[in-house]
C-alpha cells in the first residue's frame, strides 16, 4: 500500500467533493449577492433524506432522486421566502440568516437522525480498483469523475448557453439584464437550484465512503468557502481550486495525521482571505 | 432616581430573589448561577456583535480556552488561583494576536475566519487528550469547595460586577465609535476613527467577558469538554444574544435565562434543543430584530414617560465659532492622476484651494470629480501626483488621520442612524486629539446645531429626520471642531429654492471663518453665486478654471457641459 | 391615436423620497421628445419608473393600450419599452456579441421580430465599429463605443418605444455629434424619449423638449 498513491485517490474524491459545493456556492454569491452558510447543509441532508428511506426499505433508485429533490426543493424555497423578499437588507444580516437556517437544518438532522454519523449503501460497489498501490472504490472514482465534468461544464454553460449568459449578465448587473429582457429572478431561483443539486450529489457518492452527522453540513461548507475564494469566487476556477485544496488536505492528513487537517486548512483560509482583503479597503467592504 | 431607575432597580433585587422564591417553576438557584455564568461570557459576544456589528461566529473559543489553559496548568502543578490568572491572561492574548489577523478582513472572511477557529479549537481539544482530557472533557478542580447557595452568591456579584464595568468602558464616545463603526465603516474613517484599531479593542475586550464568564462556568461544573469551545457552542450562544436583543445591555441576561429556563422546564427533549436554539434565532433576525430586551423596551417606553426630557443646556446660543487664523494655501493638488487599469479617471489635475475660499468642481457626469475628491480625502490613493494639505505632503497619509484637518460630506450622506442628530454631530469631536470632556462636546455640538439652524433636531433620533435635513446635518458634523478644509460633494441635490437660500448662507458664514472649502455640484446658479473660483473638468482632465463669470462665457465649457443652460 | 407610450398622475422616487409627483405624459408613435434638466431634478428616477426598474409610488404607465404598471423591468422590456440607462451598463465581463446576443431573451414573448442574424447585421450595418471589435469584451471599449452598444442592444429588440437617459453624458464632442446625427436617422421609427443636460443636442434631434425642475415637466 503506497502511502502517496492513497493519498492522492482520497484527495481527488475530497477534491471533487469541494469542487462540487464551491461551484455551487460561487453561483450563488455571484447572482444572488449572497453568501449561503446554508449550502454545504444540502450535502448533508441528501444524505441523512436517503439514510433514512434506506432504513425504511427504500431502494436506492428511488431514495436517491427523492433526496435530490428534498435538497434542491429546500434551497430554491429558502431563497423565493426568505432570502429574496429581504435582498435590500445589509449583508451581514443576510449571512446571519442563512447561518440560522443551517442551525435550523442541523436542529432537524439531529431530530431526524440523532447525533452518531449514519450513512448508506454505496450504489457503485464493485471490485475496487487498484493502481500504483492504492485502492480507489467504484463509487469513489465515479465522484472524481463526476466533480471533474459537472464543475469543468459550468464554465462552459456560463459562457455559451443562453441560459448561462443570462445568469452571467445577472451575476454582473442585475440593474442592466432586467433592462435586456432577462428574468434575474428565475436565473437566481437556477443559481440555487444548480447548487443545491451539485452539493446534494456530492454527498450521494460520498457519504457511503465517509459517513455524515448534523456537524457535517457546516464543515462542507467552509470548505467549499474556501475553494471558492482560492478562485477568486471565480466559476472556472474552482474546479482547479477544489481538487488541489482536496489533494493538500489529504497529502497533510497522510504525513500528518487527520487531526492536522482542520488547522492546516483554517491557516489557509486566514492567508486566502489576508490575500484577498488587500483588494479591498476598510475591512468591511465599504466603497466610497 | 428617576421612575425608570427605580423600576429597573426593583426588577434586578426580584431577578435575585427569584429562584427561592418558587414562583417560577425550573428555575432554581443551580440553572440561575449557570444561567448567570453564561450570560456574563455573553456580555462579551454582545459587545462585539450586538454592539460592533462584527459577525463573530465562533466566540465559544475564547470561553472555553481560559478553562483548558487553566485546567492544563493545574495538572502541571501550577496552584489554583495563578493558573485561573494565567489561564484568562492567555485567552485574552490569544484573542488579541487572532484580532489582530481578523479584524482586517471583510465581514464574509471575518465570519469564516472566527467560525474556523472554533473548529480548530474544539479539534485540538479532541486531539490531545493527555493534556485536554480529549472527548470526555478535562476534569477541573478548586483548591475549596462552595456551598450551592455560595455559588449562586458567587455568580450574582460576578455578573454584577460584570455589568457595572461594562456600562462604565463601553458609554460615552467609546460607545458611539462602536455604533457608527457598526452602520458605516467609511463614514467612521472620515470622521477619524482608526476602524482596525477599534475593532481590535472590542474584540480583545469581549475576550476579558467571554474567558472570565467561560472560567467561572467550568469551574463550577468541573468538567469542561471540548465542545464547549466549538462550533454548536458558538451558535447557541449566538442565539442566546440574538434572542435577547443584540446591542442592548440586557439582551444577554434575557436572552440566556429565557432560553435556559425553558430548557429546564422542558425536560428531557434534548433531541430538540438544537432546533429550538435554531428556530429562535431565525426567527428573531427575521421578525424581531432587537430581540426580547428591544420588544420589552418598547413596550415599557409607552408606559414611562422619556428619559430625555428637554434638558437645557449651559449656553447653546447659537454663536459661531470664533475666526480660524490661517491664511495662503489650505490644499494644493499637483498633477494629480488615477487611472483604473486602461481607463483615466483623472488625468494631471492641479490647483488649489485657498483660506477662506470657495472652490466649485463642475463637470459632467463621469467626469472623474468623486474620484478626484476620494484622492482628496484619502479614500483612493492617486497613480500619480501629490496633494498636500497645510503644506503638507499627504502621501500614505490615512483616510483617519486626514480627518484633523478634512471634514467631508457625501453626496448621499453618511449619517448613523443608530445614534442621536447631536451624537451624530459630537462623534466628530471624539476623535479630535486633545480631551473634551462630555459635557464640553455635547455643547460645542449644541451651539454649532443652533448655528445651522437645527437646533431643536439635536436630541432627535436620526431615523426619525426627514431625509431633507440629511445633508444639512452632515455638513454640520463635517464642519465641527474647525477643519481647515471642507469637501462637500454635491450639498444642494434635492434642495428646494429656499433650502439653496439656508445653504449658501450657511456656506458664505464657514468662509467667513477662514475655512477652505472644495464643492462639487451639478447647480450651476448655485454655484455661480457661491464660489470664488470654478474648476471644470471633463474625461478626467481640468478643462478650465477661472472665475465664475468667466467660466460661465468660456466656449470650451460651454460646448462640453453647459450646453445653453447658461 | 393611441400613445405609443402614456403616464397618468405617475409619482416615483426612492422609498419615502418622492422625487416626482402627479405626472401626466402622451408619447405618440413616431414622436421623438426631449426633457431637459439639471442632475437631482429627476429625469433619471423618472425614466427608470417608465421602465419598470423602480416601482411606482402611485399612478399608471400604459405601453400603447397595455396597463404595464404592476409589470417588472424585464416584462416590458419583452413587449418593446427599452430604456438606454445613464451610465450605459455594459456588461464589461462578456463580449460586444454576447452583450447583444442577451437580447435574445425577448425572442419567446415577439412574433414580429425577423431572425437574429438579420437583425445583428443590420446592427453592424449601423455602427460598423461595433462589427469590427464584435469578439472584443464590452469593458475594452471606449465610452462612445459603449454607447453605441448600449443603443445596438436596444435597437436589436425593435422597441416601440425607446428612451435614453444621457446618452452624451461623459462623450466628447465629436462623437456627440455622430450619435446625434445616428439618432436623427432613426427618427420616426419609433417613440423616442431623450433625457439630456445637453440642450444643443436636444434642439438638433427632437421634435418637442420639455424642462424638468425639482420632479415637475413644464
Known sequence: MNLFTQAIFSGLMTGAVYALLGVGLVLVYRTARVLNLAHGEAFAMSGIVIALLSSAGVPLWASIPAAVLVSMLLMTCLHAFILRPRSAWPAGTLILITLGAAFVARGVMILLVGTDPISFPAIFDGPPIRLAGGVLTQQGAVLVVLGFVATASVGVFLTRTQVGRQMLATAENPFAAELLGVNVERARLFAYAVGALFSALAGVLLIPLFAVDFQTGLAMTMRGFIAASIAGMSPTGVLISGFGLGLFEAMVGAYFGALAQDPVMFAILIAVALWQSGKVRFGGGARA | ?566 | ?218
Open chain 3, 1 to 218: 391615436m393611441t400613445a405609443a407610450l402614456s403616464a397618468r398622475a405617475l409619482c416615483g422616487g426612492y422609498g419615502r423620497l418622492v422625487v416626482f409627483r402627479d405626472l401626466g405624459l402622451d408619447l405618440q408613435p413616431g414622436q421623438t421628445v426631449g426633457i431637459l434638466g439639471p442632475n437631482g431634478a429627476g429625469k433619471t428616477t423618472i425614466l427608470k419608473t417608465l421602465a419598470g426598474a423602480l416601482p411606482a409610488a402611485q399612478g399608471r404607465v400604459l405601453l400603447g393600450d397595455t396597463d404595464v404598471t404592476a409589470l417588472p423591468a424585464y416584462h416590458r422590456a419583452r413587449a418593446g419599452l427599452s430604456l438606454v440607462p445613464e451610465g450605459r451598463h455594459i456588461l464589461g465581463t462578456l463580449s460586444v456579441l454576447d452583450n447583444l446576443k442577451l437580447t435574445r431573451a425577448v425572442e419567446k414573448y415577439r412574433t414580429d421580430l425577423e431572425p437574429f442574424e438579420t437583425r445583428l447585421a443590420e446592427v453592424f450595418e449601423m455602427f460598423p465599429r461595433l462589427g469590427e471589435r464584435q469578439r472584443q469584451l464590452g469593458g475594452s471599449l471606449s465610452g462612445g463605443e459603449q454607447q453605441m452598444l448600449a443603443i445596438a442592444r436596444a435597437l436589436i429588440i425593435r422597441p416601440q418605444v425607446l428612451m435614453l437617459d444621457e446618452p452624451t453624458q461623459g462623450l466628447a464632442p465629436i462623437i456627440v455629434q455622430q450619435l446625434a446625427e445616428m439618432l436623427a436617422t432613426l427618427k420616426g421609427r419609433f417613440a423616442m424619449i431623450v433625457v439630456e443636460q445637453n440642450q444643443a443636442f436636444l434642439e438638433r434631434l427632437t421634435d418637442k423638449i420639455y424642462q424638468i425642475q425639482n420632479g415637475a415637466i413644464r
Open chain 2, 1 to 566: 432616581m428617576t421612575p425608570r431607575h427605580l423600576i429597573i432597580a426593583a426588577a434586578c433585587a426580584v431577578a435575585v430573589v427569584l429562584p427561592y422564591l418558587g414562583i417560577l417553576p425550573g428555575w432554581t438557584p443551580a440553572i440561575a448561577t449557570v444561567s448567570a455564568f453564561m450570560a456574563l461570557s455573553l456580555i462579551g459576544l454582545n459587545l462585539v456583535f450586538g454592539v460592533t456589528g462584527m459577525l463573530a461566529f465562533g466566540q465559544a473559543a475564547f470561553v472555553a480556552l481560559p478553562g483548558y489553559f487553566s485546567g492544563m496548568l493545574q495538572n502541571a502543578g501550577v496552584p489554583f488561583f495563578a493558573a485561573v490568572a494565567v489561564g484568562l491572561a492567555g485567552s485574552v492574548l490569544v484573542a488579541r494576536i487572532m484580532a489582530a489577523i481578523f479584524v482586517r478582513l471583510p465581514g464574509i472572511y471575518f465570519a469564516i475566519g472566527t467560525l474556523g477557529f472554533a473548529f480548530v479549537v474544539e479539534g485540538l481539544a479532541r486531539a490531545f487528550p493527555s493534556l485536554t482530557g480529549g472527548a470526555s472533557g478535562l476534569i477541573l478542580e478548586m483548591p475549596f469547595a462552595l456551598t450551592r447557595n455560595g455559588w449562586y452568591a458567587v455568580a450574582v456579584v460576578a455578573l454584577a460586577l460584570a455589568l457595572a464595568s461594562y456600562a462604565w468602558l463601553v458609554r460615552g464616545a467609546f460607545l458611539r465609535t462602536l455604533k457608527i463603526v457598526r452602520h458605516d465603516e467609511l463614514a467612521a474613517s472620515v470622521i477619524g476613527i482608526d476602524v482596525v484599531r477599534v475593532k481590535s479593542r472590542a474584540f480583545t475586550i469581549a475576550s476579558i467577558y467571554s474567558g472570565a464568564g467561560g472560567l467561572l462556568l467550568a469551574y463550577h461544573v468541573g468538567v469542561l469538554a471540548p465542545e464547549s469551545g466549538g462550533v454548536n457552542t458558538s451558535l447557541e450562544a449566538l442565539a442566546m444574544v440574538i434572542i435577547g436583543g443584540a446591542g442592548t445591555i440586557f439582551g444577554p441576561l434575557l436572552g440566556t435565562a429565557v432560553v435556559q429556563w425553558l430548557f429546564a422546564v422542558s425536560g428531557e427533549a434534548e433531541r430538540f434543543e438544537l432546533l429550538v436554539y435554531g428556530l429562535g434565532f431565525l426567527l428573531v433576525v427575521l421578525y424581531l430584530p432587537t430581540g426580547l430586551a428591544g420588544g420589552l423596551g418598547r413596550i415599557g417606553a409607552r408606559f414611562l414617560a422619556p428619559v430625555r426630557a428637554a434638558q437645557a443646556p449651559a449656553s447653546a446660543d447659537g454663536a459661531p465659532p470664533a475666526r480660524m487664523d490661517a491664511s495662503g494655501i489650505c490644499l494644493n493638488v499637483k498633477g494629480a492622476s488615477k487611472a483604473f487599469g486602461g481607463l483615466r479617471a483623472v488625468d494631471d489635475i492641479s490647483f488649489d484651494v485657498k483660506f477662506g475660499q470657495i472652490v466649485a468642481l463642475i463637470g459632467p457626469n463621469g467626469a472623474g470629480k468623486s474620484t478626484l475628491f476620494n484622492i482628496v480625502s484619502g479614500i483612493e490613493p492617486p497613480t500619480a501626483g501629490a496633494v498636500s494639505l497645510l503644506e503638507r505632503d499627504m502621501a500614505g497619509v490615512a483616510v483617519h488621520e486626514r480627518s484633523k484637518d478634512i471634514g467631508r460630506s457625501f453626496q448621499v450622506p453618511r449619517l448613523a442612524s443608530n445614534l442621536s442628530v447631536i451624537e451624530n454631530v459630537m462623534s466628530r469631536l471624539d476623535s479630535l486629539p486633545g480631551k473634551m470632556t462630555e459635557r464640553e462636546k455635547e455643547a460645542a455640538a449644541r451651539a454649532h446645531l443652533s448655528a445651522f439652524g437645527l437646533g431643536e433636531l439635536a436630541d432627535l433620533p436620526m431615523s426619525q429626520i426627514g431625509i431633507g435635513q440629511h445633508k444639512l446635518i452632515e455638513l454640520a458634523r463635517a464642519s465641527i471642531g474647525a477643519p481647515s478644509l471642507l469637501l462637500l460633494d454635491e450639498p444642494a441635490v434635492g434642495f428646494t429654492p429656499a433650502e439653496i437660500e439656508r445653504l449658501v448662507a450657511l456656506l458664505e458664514m464657514l468662509r467667513a471663518q477662514g475655512r477652505a472649502i472644495l464643492v462639487v455640484e451639478h447647480n450651476v446658479d448655485f454655484v455661480a453665486r457661491v464660489a470664488d473660483e470654478i474648476v471644470v473638468m471633463e474625461s478626467g482632465r481640468m478643462i478650465a478654471r477661472d472665475k465664475p463669470a468667466e467660466i460661465m462665457t468660456n466656449e470650451a465649457v460651454r460646448r462640453a457641459y453647459l450646453g445653453a443652460l447658461a
